[in-house]
């Protein structure tokens, strides 16, 4: 790209001799003010033209600040803020100054790639075939070494930090072309004064013109920004995040707490899911709503039970510390017990009111084996999203059912048949069923949260992620020397100790942060106290149980059964639909033409590599245009499966320099088998449960053969329940000492 503009530097002095000499040169003010005020005015219409919002936002924007323009002495405009005497760029050739940042940071700074991994496929599943042969062509054709930027011709993100006067954008298209620019400039002072003094009407005009994307975020907080990051990569191709670099354009501390958060932030903005997990989760679906299992309706009122104490439970170690607390207030609260920590619960005599449940798997059933007492069941709710596997809701009479914020089923239902209730969703349930517990609870309204052995690892020192009461671990033989529970990084800890975590528990942390947070912005009167002797969980109150005692001997018992009684009657409601209705809205040809499309939208033929990017971008943005309407669900049943397979063809691209198209062009042949073999899946709807879906591969085999490789066999079944054990706890009872 050619560009005769110009860019900055941040938080230089001008010196008051050259800004007082300027100031008195009064018919280089005059002309100055005249040019920047005409490029202010193209560049308001080239933002009117490309991004609206912007234009309207700095239409009339007044500055926080006050600030003057003036020129060095080349003639290039720079600015001055008044309030502090900082200026811009001090440089006396601010182009040759950002000519010279933008090179020496593709020459010392590597492109950032993230391998999408081989994992073992625990059911039988096609997503976990077609990832496998795909990325057993990276092995014979990447290498792992840096790849410097300088060596790049096509990045496929880039985020930039800061926009400065605007300058070194230029510079950085000059020798690199992004094919997506997520431009982060927080001070909109800054941006304002980039409309008056960068040619922003060339580079859009470029961008647009190249097919290429830029999008540019003004917020300040981070939780913000993740949102809207989010947002884009959901819109754009979660692919995008595979591959990208930072290219910080401001020293200031602001921009590089920025850098921080995305550094640390940076794989919480991928979605989980796949293909085959999709079937399950609408079969598990169809399969509650013909049960007449009970949905939470969208927006309920708990009224006065909205204020009632709600202890959050997890099986973590530091749940043993307090557990002489919550027995002897466990008629004061609503107690949530999250995944094994029904198993805790009940071997410490102390009775859950919810039992919240995350995942769509089956062997959740024989978690819950470990329990003597059947009986123990019979008024507890299952807290749980439409995808939890029927073996798990048939245990429970009572169901406190959401839809899943990024499973499209249930919206699918509700706009095919407009008489059935509006299903409330439930956001950030995963990855750990902790996340379940506290987003359901919030979920429901609830203003009073306690986190009890929600550890996300464990206190340094400790030897057991889970508490001693836990007889799945440590007595039915379930192993915890699994890849779950390696705890290989050390952070602060909730009470300033030092915890030992993993990255799976940092991002079940930081969703339940996020839920908090955003929840909190809706009703200030929430408030969530931890007392887990874990992980720091942010925008959650730090306490100790000893600090609790006082106020809740203050506290009045809960008529549970009233509580479970409005639950009943004014939470949840069954989805009054049938079988026939459920088996008519699953349309072959709808799902078979979207496939089909796709897989004629990758028989094109590259020129380049930048034309895979462009492709896969294409299709992505294709997908999520269906996101807007009733085609969502078809769209979402195989978006996240595809934006993996398109991680690998960026892996490939950017391993080897000197990649043969060959190996690209056999992964799109993977991906076009994956879409035929699709097809054939969906067509089992809604009959395809998590187990019993085996009955449709008689042979043994994880679907077919292809031309490229045999399908695999079926894995064996899972059993987590190892060794017997005689409980001696075969009746329930409660215990408050």
Not at 92 to 107: E, G, R
Not at 210 to 235: K, R
Not at 397 to 418: A, G, V, W
Request: charged content about 25%; proline content about 3%.
């Amino acid at each position: 790209m050619s560009d005769n503009t110009i860019n900055s530097q941040e938080n230089s002095l001008l010196s008051a001799d050259d800004f007082e000499q300027f100031k008195h040169n009064t018919s280089l003010q005059k002309y100055l003010s005249e040019m920047l005020q005409k490029r202010f005015e193209t560049n308001l219409a080239a933002f009117a033209h490309y991004y609206p919002e912007i234009s309207e936002k700095f239409k009339n924007y007044v500055s926080k600040r006050p600030f003057e323009f003036f020129c060095t002495d080349n003639g290039i405009p720079n600015v001055i803020f008044l309030d502090n005497g900082k200026v811009i760029s001090q440089n006396s050739d601010p182009i040759a100054h950002c000519k010279n940042k933008v090179i020496n940071i593709l020459k010392n700074e590597n492109l950032h790639n993230i391998n999408v991994k081989n994992e073992k496929d625990p059911y039988g599943q096609i997503h976990y075939k077609y990832i496998s042969a795909c990325l057993n062509i990276t092995k014979e054709s990447t290498k792992d070494t840096p790849q410097k930027l300088c060596q790049q011709k096509y990045v496929l993100t880039c985020i930039c930090l800061g926009v400065g006067l605007g300058y070194s954008l230029a510079e950085l298209y000059e020798r690199l072309t992004p094919q997506n620019l997520l431009l982060i400039e927080p001070d909109t002072d800054l941006f304002y004064t980039s409309l008056f003094t960068f040619d922003w009407n060339n580079l859009l005009t470029y961008i647009f013109e190249n097919s290429l994307h830029i999008e540019i975020f003004f917020e300040n907080e981070w939780n913000e920004l993740y949102e809207h990051l989010f947002l884009y990569f959901s819109q754009h191709g979660q692919f995008l995040l595979y591959s990208y670099f930072i290219f910080q354009n401001s020293e200031h501390e602001r921009y590089t707490e920025l850098k921080n958060s995305i550094d640390k932030n940076w794989l919480s903005l991928r979605t989980g899911g796949f293909f085959d997990d999709s079937l399950f989760g609408v079969s598990h679906a169809c399969n509650a709503i013909l049960k007449q299992k009970k949905f939470v309706k969208k927006d309920v009122n708990l009224d006065n039970y909205k204020n009632y104490p709600v202890f959050i439970v997890g099986s973590g170690p530091s749940f043993d510390n307090d557990l002489h607390f919550i027995r002897k207030n466990q008629d004061k609260a609503i107690i949530v017990a999250c995944g094994t920590a029904i198993d805790v619960l009940y071997h410490a005599g102390i009775k859950p009111d919810i039992y919240a449940n995350t995942e769509r798997t089956p062997e959740i059933t024989q978690a819950l084996s470990a329990i003597p007492d059947k009986n123990f069941f019979e008024d507890i709710f299952l807290m749980c999203s439409e995808v939890c596997h029927p073996n798990v809701t048939k245990l429970f009479k009572n169901t406190l059912i959401f839809s899943k914020y990024d499973e499209y089923f249930i919206n699918y239902l509700e706009k095919q048949f407009p008489k059935i209730p509006k299903i409330a969703k439930v956001v950030r349930m995963n990855p750990l069923v902790a996340n379940m517990g506290v987003s359901g609870i919030l979920a429901l309204g609830f203003e009073k949260l306690y986190l009890f052995g929600i550890d996300c690892g464990k206190k340094n020192g400790e030897n057991s992620a889970h508490s001693h009461y836990t007889t799945l671990y440590k007595k039915r033989g379930y192993s915890e020397n699994q890849q779950e529970y390696h705890t290989f990084l050390q952070i602060k800890g909730n009470f300033d100790c030092i915890v030992n975590t993993n990255q799976l528990y940092l991002d079940s942390a930081k969703n339940i942060s996020r839920s908090i947070y955003i929840y909190q912005k809706k009703n200030p009167q929430l408030v969530c106290f931890n007392c887990s002797d874990g992980v720091y969980i942010e925008n959650t109150v730090s306490i100790h149980s000893n600090d609790l005692i006082k106020e809740f001997d203050s506290i009045s018992k809960i008529n549970k059964k009233d509580f479970a009684d409005y639950l009943t009657a004014n939470i949840t409601v069954k989805i009054p639909i049938n079988t026939e209705e459920i088996r008519s809205i699953f349309s072959t040809n709808i799902f078979n033409r979207l496939c089909n499309l796709i897989i004629k939208e990758l028989e094109i033929t590259y020129a380049e590599k930048v034309d895979y990017l462009k492709k896969m971008q294409n299709i992505s943005e294709f997908l999520s245009s269906f996101f807007k309407n009733y085609s969502a669900f078809y769209a979402s049943l195989i978006d996240n499966s595809l934006q993996q397979m398109f991680a690998i063809l960026v892996k490939i691209i950017y391993g080897d320099a000197e990649t043969d198209k060959s190996k690209l062009e056999n992964c799109v042949r993977i991906i076009q088998d994956f879409l035929l073999e699709a097809q054939q899946l969906f067509s089992y709807l809604p009959d395809y449960v998590i187990g019993e879906h085996r009955k449709y591969f008689p042979n043994n085999k994880v679907g077919k053969d292809t031309v490229s490789f045999p399908a695999p066999l079926f894995p064996d079944l899972i059993s987590i329940i190892k060794k017997d054990y005689q409980d001696d706890i075969t009746i329930f009872e409660k215990k408050y000492d």
